[in-house]
């Protein structure tokens, strides 16, 4: 007898405007994450490395990387929204709300804010509002993301089409909930590892942030089931050997974290990825691939009643098996240039 | 001047009825081993997972995966039991006696119950009760494994043959002593992953469990060198090169803790792993391999005085570079299919 | 508009004698770190592994490995030391004066301690010493290491010449402050694996310790990041590819590490590292390639005031793709024999 209790995922008939699924599973958070996190992308953002650089600015302890928080409030989301995805399409509207620590367990809800059928009716797009929320409830963070999805049947009729009116950034009134206030005159520089701050960047500045990864099969596979992200493009090279690429495929997460990592040569200070205002996975990534990473400083921003810290709108594209020095990005016909991954556009926090 | 102090492992000749055997290693089990466990096999129990759910139903903070607990305290038995052995043989009656939290330390000890040496005169095999205890000297887990020893002389006279009379099964009034008594009305089950309780389960229901997950070199070493396993054929592929199979070959225990975190997608609520009646590790397993799993629901039982969970008794295979949605166990002439790694016979606890 | 906030790194003309350089990062070490290093290395000395072995000897808990200790500090070196190294030339007069533990915040600091061009005006020879301490300040860690690195141009003038003078031992009057005084009558010898202490051991004595243990490019990495190691040789096959070897160079810490976890096999008692007296790269290690150890007794010493444990001295021999039985270690000429990874000279405490 065979059984039917296996999760087959959910096809574009499945989803609904305004539908809001549960996320299985919890997961907390903790040092052991950390230090995983650590060995995979070396990043070295004092803020996130040391509690007592922490507690010096007034934390209660070393927050969780960023990203560590949003990768596994997106794995959670990956059974449900994206089994059978085909592609993931953008993020827009992500922003951290509040820090997350050691020990706080983290869940996923999503919303469903908009839901189109492709014009070939085998697939079709859907919008969710995904939320991540901590043992008390509180929201650590919210993105919306959108993916193309398989059609269970083709000839199931269209759903009527909403596309959600996504703001094309982050209004930086809305950003640095999750940094409480700093006492940034105790910030040291010297160990942090930069003297630079707000004031120091400009618009315009073009930093090539140097340095190399080359990744290895064993690695994004441990990161990707570190946040329990089942989609299994990233898994099966049983099943992948027959596909597009003939290869396992590079959770994306993983090319972010690696690029914010490589940025701390040149944005050492700036500690916290406060939102995404947009991001787009230009081209797949492989194990094999060396990725290098540079950043543009697109805009420049005060948050309303900080003087400690200020924002730095971010451009930060990776690239794969090239240097940065001469910043890759288009070609002249407006097409992503060959190697590059990822063209991420975020607001930072850095002291001023 | 030549050492003599290192450890030669045991021959044959080494054991005898009735010896126990202390084991190295005591081992502080903490979040930092839980956070590799779930990277290396992507686990997604929600009460492992969780310290809110397992707060929740009654534990006090999510325990440990029980296979971590198991693999920890086999791991210690290697040095003195199989450094020397051709094969382990199987497994039988063991039972998950308490819960292991992090932070605590996990010790071994090996009683030897049976002995007998094989017609060749060039091995003999040797069964051992392992049994795991707590920093309390609380016993956390026990099993009988028996393997295949090298003599270190053929010569040697053969020992008086004991073998242990080992029951099929777990008797399932001697199961369940490591799940507290639980507020199973708390257990959450759209955030768990699924809706399937102990009724929802027939006897003779088979189960795909769909996913299938690609093993690399560095994930079977860095997971078996976690669990202190010193085993040579894992880790040495200088030796291995010229050995039977030319590569190093995977613990089998990374594939029972595979196929146990792929069976999420069918038994997302058998939360606990409370006995092994019996395992075999059909054929060997390699980096590169893509593991697939399937269970059969092959009997059920309640638990004297509870009525907050009841056990499943399942079979869970393990199965190479090839799907399970035709359930591959054995051949015509009941041989194992080609493919197939593991069949273990265990008891899972889930909520009633 | 291109920044200039990238670290390029230091060369030889931006050292100067008495120069005292502060590290980026600070690090807080977490049983997350611990759980890693465990997973890479195998290590099993009982001390470091069980907090329950630890606190009946006299400590507050499980210290940190030594090495792993010894990995952190270096690792926040390496951007400022060492990026435009050529050569890690040696270490001297490493001691470790403070046990480390589980959330303890780790920082480094460097002072030049010797400057000298090379005749070839090309690169120089810089001596640092480097000082790792915790969150109060206190010191856990000290050590003098020599690289060679390359001058910005070649006819800048070279510095007045200044060599330190480097003792070849360490003075064992001034080893052990990193143990507590000792409950040396709890110590387990049958859980810490061995009954060997420190009247056992005879000058002389060679010990094979047999074990081999493959390295993957996975391990290495995420093992050299998770000390924020950020020397370029290690990481980045798109330049090595091109490079001297034409891969990645394996950081020289993890074959420290791996020698050290597989002396455990004839030294398993030998549970701290006191001082490293001297240490020598001999060759590079590379993926792929099998590690094995042998160590030889060279000295042994009483510590003064202390009757709970000895010194002994060890020359500690890492090997690569060749077994140790014979002790492989120099050919007739003097010169290193093939697979000589690593002659490193150090003082090791052990239960008297």
Same mark, same amino acid.
């Given at each position: 007898?065979?059984?039917? *209790?296996?999760?087959?995922?959910? $096809? ?29 992308? #070396? ?57 997350? $620590? ?36 509180? *929201? ?34 809305? %950003? ?10 105790? $910030?040291? =520089?010297? %160990?942090?590892?930069?003297? $630079?701050?707000? #004031? ?5 500045? *073009? ?28 898994? &099966? ?13 590079? =959770? ?16 050492? &200070? ?34 309303? #009643? ?13 690239? *794969? ?14 097409? =992503? ?16």
């Amino acid at each position: 007898m065979t059984s039917t *209790k296996t999760n087959p995922g959910n $096809y574009f008939e499945d989803f609904e405007f305004g539908q809001e699924i549960i996320h299985a599973t919890p997961r907390t958070v903790t040092v052991g994450d950390v230090a995983l996190y650590t060995s995979l992308y #070396g990043t070295r953002f004092a803020v996130q490395s040391s509690d007592a650089f922490a507690r010096a600015i007034g934390y209660e302890r070393a927050p969780l990387d960023d990203l560590l928080t949003f990768h596994v409030v997106f794995g959670k989301t990956t059974p449900d929204i994206s089994l059978n995805a085909i592609a993931n399409l953008g993020y827009a509207n992500c922003r951290f709300l509040k820090p997350a $620590y050691p020990g706080d367990t983290l869940s996923s809800v999503s919303e469903v804010i908009g839901i189109k059928e492709n014009s070939n009716r085998e697939t079709g797009t859907v919008y969710v509002r995904s939320t991540g929320r901590n043992q008390d409830g509180d *929201k650590v963070l919210e993105y919306v993301r959108w993916v193309m999805v398989r059609k269970r049947d083709k000839e199931s009729p269209a759903p009527e089409a909403i596309v959600p009116n996504l703001a094309p950034r982050v209004d930086p009134a809305n %950003i640095g909930s999750a940094v409480p206030p700093l006492a940034i005159a105790r $910030y040291d =520089y010297a %160990i942090a590892g930069s003297p $630079y701050r707000w #004031g120091d960047y400009e618009v315009g500045e *073009k930093i090539d942030h140097v340095d190399g990864m080359t990744l290895e099969e064993a690695e994004h596979q441990i990161a990707t089931r570190l946040y329990q992200n089942t989609a299994k493009v990233h898994f &099966n090279q049983h099943t992948e050997a027959k596909g597009r690429f003939g290869k396992r495929i590079v =959770y994306g997460g993983v090319v972010i974290s690696l690029a914010r990592a490589l940025s701390f040569n040149g944005l050492a &200070n700036a500690f916290h990825l406060a939102a995404i205002n947009g991001g787009r996975h230009v081209a797949p990534c492989f194990a094999g691939d060396t990725v290098y990473a540079w950043s543009e400083i697109l805009e420049k921003a005060e948050l309303k #009643g900080r003087s400690d810290v200020g924002a730095l709108r971010i451009r930060l594209v990776a690239v *794969k098996d090239r240097d940065c020095a001469d910043f890759p990005l288009k070609t002249a016909d407006d097409k =992503y240039a060959d190697g590059v991954l990822l063209d991420l556009d975020a607001w930072v926090l850095i002291p001023r």
